[in-house]
């Protein structure tokens, strides 16, 4: 006889918790029995269990060693239990609960995976640098001091914070110190976390296209948002001091998402000085700043005034969104009201990999990928335009220069059919409508969002292939 039907997981026996109800009356060997055949018929002890040896279980219930050792010899001789020499004493297979009569819960329909995935917003993750990371987390884990695997710091861990500091100041332009950085876990959380625990108040600034997700965010923490015009420079911030009680503004000006483009140097001057002047400030998601192609950097906004200026970033483009880790730089009478919204310990980004972070910014890892995955998407963004180009000069492909997608301006009319033409395709893909704000009184353009960076290298071709197929031919049909 074999053991193929016991629980792997079980084969080296197990704590046991039993109910000894004694109101069903009788000896102490009696209530022992009763529990456990209640344990085993209610599916709570599963065949192939394997129990305490009779002395473990004496010890933890206070009862004699006698009594457990005749109560198991009772149960295996019901057939509750198999005893074999070296195996110990297990439940028996057959002793395993009746089939419920009750019709069987549905079960959720999951929806297919996209035959080809080119949404926003998200990296090849098929590049995460696996061998580097493992290398930083074990040098970081060695390293770490004790108390670091105790209750975790609301700011975050002081050698991120460290690292975080020296990277947005030598990268981004960023005026900042380890003690004013707060670690979160993206920008979603940011805003929840400075407008949710009434760190700012609204009404709120937006640019008339952004993410529709940050702003259920923000109608979660009932603040409302009134949106910006935006053209080819960006948003129109010079709008900003006529919108009564606005105070705050959330904007994009690394690579304004998701039309594309820096904001105008006028205008990121504009955003300041009215922040300066009216008491107010500017929430700055640095979108896509790491990833530029055809123009030089642009710093940060946060480097003109960082007592006006919010700085949020996250790893969720340059590495992975499966880290969950961001980061906040803030003016210095923001510290105090973030902490007490965030709460006295860190429940939202583990400390392992904020310690692994530190050391890949530290060890040049970082830089490293950054660089390498910069020459990758640089590489299928040109794939991208010249099959454009060849298949469909008419769909005019914008804010390129930057960023891990493009938006392709469509005939008038035709965004509608040809994301129905993409979801029967099974290709990912949004269309630009998606992402206006309800309120937007800027004229409307057609397009869709591609993001490039999504597939796998293997998959990019056919990906694009797919994509052409489903735009609209030329106005005139030729």
């Known amino acids: 006889m074999t053991d193929s039907w016991v629980n792997p997981a079980e084969r080296i026996g197990s704590d046991l918790h039993l109910d000894l109800d004694t109101a069903g009356g009788g000896s102490r060997r009696a209530v022992l029995g009763r529990a456990l055949r209640e344990a085993i018929a209610e599916g709570r002890l ?12 004496a010890a933890d219930l206070g009862l004699a060693r006698n009594t457990v050792a005749e109560t198991y010899a009772e149960l295996v001789a019901e057939g509750w239990l198999v005893a074999r020499q070296g195996s110990g004493t297990r439940v028996a297979p057959r002793a395993a609960p009746a089939a419920s009569p009750r019709a069987p819960e549905p079960v959720p329909v999951r929806p297919e995976p996209p035959a080809h995935q080119l949404r926003q917003g998200l990296p090849d993750v098929s590049s995460f640098p696996r061998t580097a990371w493992l290398a930083a987390a074990r040098r970081a884990l060695n390293a770490a001091p004790s108390e670091a695997f105790g209750p975790g710091d609301p700011r975050g861990r002081p050698e991120l914070r460290r690292a975080l500091a020296g990277y947005l100041s030598r990268v981004r332009g960023v005026r900042t110190s380890p003690e004013t950085i707060v670690v979160c876990s993206g920008v979603a959380h940011a805003l929840r976390l400075l407008f949710g625990g009434k760190a700012l108040r609204g009404p709120l600034a937006v640019e008339s296209y952004g ?8 109608d979660a ?3 409302r948002t009134v949106p910006l015009t935006l053209d080819e420079h960006g948003a129109r911030t010079t709008e900003l001091p006529a919108l009564k009680g606005v105070r705050a503004a959330l904007l994009t000006p690394a690579h304004q998402f998701p039309t594309g483009g820096p904001l105008h140097p006028g205008r990121r001057v504009a955003a300041v000085d009215w922040a300066r002047g009216s008491g107010g400030v500017l929430l700055e998601d640095d979108y896509d700043g790491e990833f530029r192609y055809d123009r030089e950097p642009v710093g940060a906004v946060q480097g003109l005034d960082p007592q006006r200026v919010v700085y949020l970033g996250s790893l969720s483009k340059s590495l992975s969104p499966a ?12 510290v105090e009201p973030v902490l007490r919204a965030k709460g006295e310990r860190e429940a939202w980004a583990g400390v392992t990999d904020q310690l692994t972070l530190a050391d890949f910014i530290e060890s040049g890892h970082y830089d490293r990928h950054i660089r390498r995955s910069r020459q990758r998407y640089r590489d299928r963004r040109d794939r991208l335009v010249a099959l454009l180009a060849r298949r469909a000069p008419h769909v005019a492909p914008i804010g390129i220069a930057a960023g891990l997608h493009a938006v392709l301006r469509l005939p008038p009319g035709s965004e509608r059919s040809v994301t129905k033409a993409a979801a029967r395709q099974r290709i990912a893909v949004d269309g630009l409508a998606g992402f206006r704000h ?3 009184t800027m004229p409307a353009h057609d397009g869709l969002v591609v993001g490039y960076a999504a597939p796998a290298d293997h998959a990019f071709g056919a990906a694009l292939d797919a994509l052409c197929g489903i735009l609209p031919p030329p106005p005139d049909g030729g």
Do not use: C, K, Q
């Open 46 to 57: 599963a065949p192939g269990t394997r129990l305490p040896p009779y002395r473990s279980l």
């Open 211 to 218: 993410l529709p997700f940050h702003r259920s965010v923000l």
């Open 221 to 223: 923490a009932r603040v």
């Open 323 to 334: 880290l969950r880790l961001g980061w906040m730089v803030l003016p210095d009478h923001l």
């Open 438 to 440: 309800p309120a937007a």
